[in-house]
Protein backbone atom coordinates (compact mmCIF):
# COMPACT_ATOMS: atom_id res chain seq x y z
CA UNK A 1 0.00 0.00 0.00
CA UNK A 2 1.32 3.64 -1.07
CA UNK A 3 1.09 5.15 2.55
CA UNK A 4 3.87 7.18 3.02
CA UNK A 5 3.85 10.58 3.44
CA UNK A 6 0.71 10.78 2.90
CA UNK A 7 -2.68 12.49 4.82
CA UNK A 8 -3.23 10.99 8.54
CA UNK A 9 -6.11 11.33 10.87
CA UNK A 10 -7.11 13.74 13.58
CA UNK A 11 -9.09 10.52 15.24
CA UNK A 12 -6.37 9.22 16.57
CA UNK A 13 -6.12 8.94 20.29
CA UNK A 14 -2.75 7.84 21.39
CA UNK A 15 -2.49 6.37 24.79
CA UNK A 16 0.95 4.56 24.45
CA UNK A 17 3.04 6.83 26.50
CA UNK A 18 0.60 6.73 29.58
CA UNK A 19 2.39 5.34 32.01
CA UNK A 20 1.28 1.87 31.18
CA UNK A 21 2.55 -0.20 33.99
CA UNK A 22 0.23 1.79 36.27
CA UNK A 23 -2.69 1.54 34.41
CA UNK A 24 -1.71 -2.38 33.89
CA UNK A 25 -2.12 -2.66 37.64
CA UNK A 26 -4.46 -4.87 39.13
CA UNK A 27 -5.55 -5.72 35.89
CA UNK A 28 -3.42 -7.47 33.79
CA UNK A 29 -5.49 -10.81 33.73
CA UNK A 30 -8.34 -10.15 35.11
CA UNK A 31 -9.13 -7.24 32.18
CA UNK A 32 -8.20 -9.36 29.85
CA UNK A 33 -11.15 -12.33 31.12
CA UNK A 34 -13.93 -8.84 31.15
CA UNK A 35 -13.18 -7.94 28.32
CA UNK A 36 -13.68 -11.55 26.56
CA UNK A 37 -16.58 -12.55 28.87
CA UNK A 38 -18.34 -9.21 27.64
CA UNK A 39 -18.47 -10.86 24.18
CA UNK A 40 -19.98 -7.97 22.08
CA UNK A 41 -17.02 -6.31 21.91
CA UNK A 42 -15.91 -6.78 18.53
CA UNK A 43 -12.45 -8.12 17.53
CA UNK A 44 -9.67 -9.96 16.09
CA UNK A 45 -10.73 -13.36 17.68
CA UNK A 46 -7.18 -14.43 19.16
CA UNK A 47 -8.30 -16.64 21.95
CA UNK A 48 -7.42 -19.79 20.73
CA UNK A 49 -3.99 -18.25 20.46
CA UNK A 50 -4.24 -17.28 24.21
CA UNK A 51 -5.35 -21.49 24.40
CA UNK A 52 -1.83 -22.25 22.76
CA UNK A 53 1.17 -23.58 24.42
CA UNK A 54 3.34 -20.25 24.09
CA UNK A 55 1.95 -17.33 26.50
CA UNK A 56 1.26 -14.35 24.39
CA UNK A 57 3.06 -11.41 24.58
CA UNK A 58 1.70 -8.55 26.93
CA UNK A 59 3.20 -5.71 24.63
CA UNK A 60 4.28 -2.62 27.06
CA UNK A 61 7.37 -0.90 27.56
CA UNK A 62 9.02 0.77 24.92
CA UNK A 63 7.73 2.27 21.62
CA UNK A 64 10.29 0.95 18.75
CA UNK A 65 10.90 2.35 15.59
CA UNK A 66 8.55 -0.17 14.14
CA UNK A 67 5.48 1.07 16.91
CA UNK A 68 5.83 4.18 15.57
CA UNK A 69 5.70 3.17 11.84
CA UNK A 70 2.67 0.91 12.63
CA UNK A 71 0.92 4.35 14.42
CA UNK A 72 1.57 6.24 11.33
CA UNK A 73 0.16 3.22 8.88
CA UNK A 74 -3.16 3.24 10.92
CA UNK A 75 -3.38 6.81 10.86
CA UNK A 76 -3.42 6.84 7.33
CA UNK A 77 -5.38 3.97 6.79
CA UNK A 78 -7.91 5.85 9.10
CA UNK A 79 -8.14 8.72 7.27
CA UNK A 80 -8.53 6.51 4.21
CA UNK A 81 -11.42 4.91 6.01
CA UNK A 82 -12.72 8.29 6.68
CA UNK A 83 -12.80 9.66 3.50
CA UNK A 84 -14.38 6.77 1.18
CA UNK A 85 -17.05 5.80 4.06
CA UNK A 86 -18.16 9.51 4.59
CA UNK A 87 -18.37 9.72 0.67
CA UNK A 88 -19.96 5.97 0.54
CA UNK A 89 -22.72 7.52 3.06
CA UNK A 90 -23.80 10.08 1.03
CA UNK A 91 -24.02 8.28 -2.44
CA UNK A 92 -25.13 4.73 -0.62
CA UNK A 93 -27.00 5.31 2.57
CA UNK A 94 -27.57 9.03 2.19
CA UNK A 95 -26.71 10.47 5.41
CA UNK A 96 -23.72 12.50 6.69
CA UNK A 97 -20.90 9.69 8.05
CA UNK A 98 -19.33 10.46 11.94
CA UNK A 99 -15.74 9.06 12.02
CA UNK A 100 -14.80 6.85 15.07
CA UNK A 101 -11.53 7.64 17.29
CA UNK A 102 -8.78 4.86 17.06
CA UNK A 103 -6.95 4.62 20.57
CA UNK A 104 -3.56 3.20 19.91
CA UNK A 105 -1.92 1.21 22.99
CA UNK A 106 0.76 -1.04 23.95
CA UNK A 107 0.46 -3.19 26.86
CA UNK A 108 -2.83 -2.65 28.30
CA UNK A 109 -5.63 -0.16 28.30
CA UNK A 110 -9.32 0.68 29.48
CA UNK A 111 -12.16 0.59 27.47
CA UNK A 112 -16.36 0.86 28.45
CA UNK A 113 -16.28 -3.01 26.81
CA UNK A 114 -13.64 -4.14 29.11
CA UNK A 115 -9.90 -3.77 29.81
CA UNK A 116 -7.91 -4.56 26.68
CA UNK A 117 -5.02 -6.24 25.98
CA UNK A 118 -2.39 -6.80 23.48
CA UNK A 119 -3.17 -10.17 23.72
CA UNK A 120 -7.14 -9.91 22.92
CA UNK A 121 -6.37 -8.33 19.58
CA UNK A 122 -7.87 -5.06 17.93
CA UNK A 123 -11.15 -4.19 18.70
CA UNK A 124 -14.30 -2.17 18.41
CA UNK A 125 -16.24 -0.81 21.53
CA UNK A 126 -19.88 0.32 20.07
CA UNK A 127 -20.32 2.26 23.35
CA UNK A 128 -17.79 4.96 23.06
CA UNK A 129 -17.50 4.56 19.46
CA UNK A 130 -14.26 3.79 19.53
CA UNK A 131 -11.55 1.37 18.08
CA UNK A 132 -8.77 -0.10 19.94
CA UNK A 133 -5.42 -1.40 18.25
CA UNK A 134 -2.54 -2.79 19.73
CA UNK A 135 0.57 -1.64 17.79
CA UNK A 136 2.12 -4.26 18.70
CA UNK A 137 -0.43 -6.63 17.18
CA UNK A 138 0.58 -5.87 13.90
CA UNK A 139 4.06 -8.12 14.86
CA UNK A 140 1.12 -11.20 16.12
CA UNK A 141 -0.35 -10.73 13.00
CA UNK A 142 2.54 -11.52 10.85
CA UNK A 143 5.08 -13.71 13.09
CA UNK A 144 2.29 -15.79 15.14
CA UNK A 145 -0.83 -15.56 12.92
CA UNK A 146 0.84 -16.26 9.44
CA UNK A 147 -0.65 -12.64 7.67
CA UNK A 148 2.46 -10.68 6.59
CA UNK A 149 2.56 -7.25 4.40
CA UNK A 150 1.15 -4.09 5.02
CA UNK A 151 -2.45 -4.36 3.43
CA UNK A 152 -2.84 -7.65 6.34
CA UNK A 153 -2.75 -4.56 8.36
CA UNK A 154 -5.60 -2.21 6.25
CA UNK A 155 -7.53 -5.20 6.35
CA UNK A 156 -7.15 -5.46 10.44
CA UNK A 157 -8.06 -1.67 10.33
CA UNK A 158 -10.94 -1.02 8.03
CA UNK A 159 -12.46 -4.20 9.65
CA UNK A 160 -12.87 -2.60 13.16
CA UNK A 161 -13.79 0.45 11.12
CA UNK A 162 -16.33 -1.49 9.40
CA UNK A 163 -17.70 -2.38 12.67
CA UNK A 164 -18.64 1.06 13.32
CA UNK A 165 -20.03 1.84 10.18
CA UNK A 166 -22.51 -1.23 11.35
CA UNK A 167 -22.51 0.82 15.19
CA UNK A 168 -23.99 4.18 13.06
CA UNK A 169 -26.17 1.90 10.68
CA UNK A 170 -27.90 0.54 13.96
CA UNK A 171 -26.78 -2.86 12.79
CA UNK A 172 -24.59 -3.54 15.98
CA UNK A 173 -26.91 -2.49 18.36
CA UNK A 174 -30.02 -4.49 16.69
CA UNK A 175 -27.39 -7.44 16.47
CA UNK A 176 -26.20 -6.86 20.25
CA UNK A 177 -29.94 -7.05 21.20
CA UNK A 178 -30.58 -10.21 19.83
CA UNK A 179 -27.90 -11.59 21.01
CA UNK A 180 -28.72 -11.13 24.46
CA UNK A 181 -32.02 -13.14 24.30
CA UNK A 182 -30.55 -15.76 22.11
CA UNK A 183 -28.69 -18.73 23.27
CA UNK A 184 -24.97 -19.00 23.13
CA UNK A 185 -24.94 -20.81 20.05
CA UNK A 186 -27.49 -18.74 18.25
CA UNK A 187 -25.52 -15.43 19.92
CA UNK A 188 -21.96 -16.85 18.19
CA UNK A 189 -24.35 -17.33 14.49
CA UNK A 190 -25.22 -13.85 15.18
CA UNK A 191 -21.87 -12.76 15.93
CA UNK A 192 -20.86 -14.34 13.01
CA UNK A 193 -23.25 -12.34 10.62
CA UNK A 194 -21.64 -9.33 12.02
CA UNK A 195 -18.21 -10.50 11.15
CA UNK A 196 -18.66 -11.59 7.84
CA UNK A 197 -20.48 -8.30 7.08
CA UNK A 198 -17.65 -6.49 8.65
CA UNK A 199 -15.18 -8.22 6.54
CA UNK A 200 -17.52 -7.45 3.17
CA UNK A 201 -17.38 -3.59 4.42
CA UNK A 202 -13.43 -3.68 4.46
CA UNK A 203 -13.30 -5.08 0.58
CA UNK A 204 -15.35 -2.25 -0.12
CA UNK A 205 -13.24 0.06 1.93
CA UNK A 206 -10.36 -1.47 -0.10
CA UNK A 207 -11.92 -1.15 -3.58
CA UNK A 208 -12.48 2.34 -2.93
CA UNK A 209 -9.41 3.27 -1.21
CA UNK A 210 -7.70 2.21 -4.55
CA UNK A 211 -10.18 4.07 -6.77
CA UNK A 212 -9.71 7.59 -4.73
CA UNK A 213 -6.02 7.18 -3.82
CA UNK A 214 -4.47 4.51 -6.35
CA UNK A 215 -2.78 3.28 -2.94
CA UNK A 216 -3.16 -0.23 -3.66
CA UNK A 217 0.40 -2.14 -5.11
CA UNK A 218 0.50 -5.44 -6.78
CA UNK A 219 -0.75 -8.46 -4.57
CA UNK A 220 -2.13 -5.92 -1.40
CA UNK A 221 -5.97 -7.96 -2.52
CA UNK A 222 -3.69 -10.74 -1.86
CA UNK A 223 -2.31 -9.73 1.51
CA UNK A 224 -5.96 -9.00 2.76
CA UNK A 225 -7.22 -12.55 1.65
CA UNK A 226 -4.63 -14.39 3.12
CA UNK A 227 -5.01 -12.41 6.47
CA UNK A 228 -8.92 -12.76 6.43
CA UNK A 229 -8.12 -16.86 6.00
CA UNK A 230 -5.54 -16.86 8.88
CA UNK A 231 -7.88 -15.38 11.00
CA UNK A 232 -10.71 -17.64 9.91
CA UNK A 233 -12.56 -19.48 13.53
CA UNK A 234 -11.11 -23.33 11.87
CA UNK A 235 -7.83 -22.08 10.97
CA UNK A 236 -7.53 -20.31 14.25
CA UNK A 237 -8.75 -23.62 16.14
CA UNK A 238 -6.61 -26.00 14.15
CA UNK A 239 -3.20 -23.78 13.91
CA UNK A 240 -4.15 -24.11 18.16
CA UNK A 241 -4.01 -27.91 17.75
CA UNK A 242 -7.99 -28.00 18.46
CA UNK A 243 -10.74 -29.37 15.94
CA UNK A 244 -12.54 -27.00 14.52
CA UNK A 245 -15.87 -26.56 16.40
CA UNK A 246 -18.67 -24.53 14.48
CA UNK A 247 -20.98 -23.53 17.14
CA UNK A 248 -18.25 -21.75 18.87
CA UNK A 249 -17.27 -19.95 15.49
CA UNK A 250 -18.04 -16.33 16.11
CA UNK A 251 -16.49 -14.60 12.97
CA UNK A 252 -16.39 -17.52 10.52
CA UNK A 253 -14.47 -19.76 8.46
CA UNK A 254 -11.81 -18.74 6.72
CA UNK A 255 -12.73 -19.64 3.07
CA UNK A 256 -16.49 -17.17 4.36
CA UNK A 257 -14.33 -14.73 5.41
CA UNK A 258 -12.39 -14.27 2.30
CA UNK A 259 -15.30 -14.61 0.26
CA UNK A 260 -17.43 -12.08 1.78
CA UNK A 261 -13.94 -9.52 1.18
CA UNK A 262 -14.09 -10.54 -1.93
CA UNK A 263 -17.56 -9.96 -2.51
CA UNK A 264 -17.21 -6.19 -0.92
CA UNK A 265 -14.26 -5.87 -3.05
CA UNK A 266 -15.64 -6.95 -6.12
CA UNK A 267 -18.96 -4.95 -6.05
CA UNK A 268 -18.12 -1.76 -3.90
CA UNK A 269 -21.69 -1.71 -3.08
CA UNK A 270 -23.07 -2.26 0.41
CA UNK A 271 -26.05 -3.67 -0.16
CA UNK A 272 -24.14 -6.83 -1.15
CA UNK A 273 -23.00 -7.28 2.18
CA UNK A 274 -26.00 -7.84 3.73
CA UNK A 275 -25.08 -11.38 5.44
CA UNK A 276 -27.90 -10.85 7.70
CA UNK A 277 -30.26 -11.92 5.12
CA UNK A 278 -28.53 -14.21 2.84
CA UNK A 279 -29.57 -17.91 2.73
CA UNK A 280 -25.74 -19.01 2.66
CA UNK A 281 -23.06 -17.11 4.49
ZN1 LIG B 1 -14.75 -7.95 13.96
Known sequence: ??????????????????????????????????????GYFLGIDVTPLLQGAAP????????????????????????????????????????AYQPATLVLFKGVTQSPCGGASGATGPF???????????????????????????????????????HHVQNELGILGQANRMRAQAS???????????????????????????????????GDVAEAMNAAKQIGDDTLQRNAGRVPAPHTFTHGT???????????FESGDMTQCDTFSANRL
Open 1 to 38: MQWRGRRTSRNIEDRRRMSGGKAAGGIGGLGLIAVLAI
Open 56 to 95: VQQGGGEITRADEEAAEFVSVTLADTEEVWAELFRAQVGE
Open 124 to 162: YCPSDKKAYIDTAFFTTLSQRLGAGGDFAAAYVVAHEIA
Open 184 to 218: EAQSNAISVRVELQADCYAGIWARHADRKFDSLDP
Open 254 to 264: SEQRQRWFERG
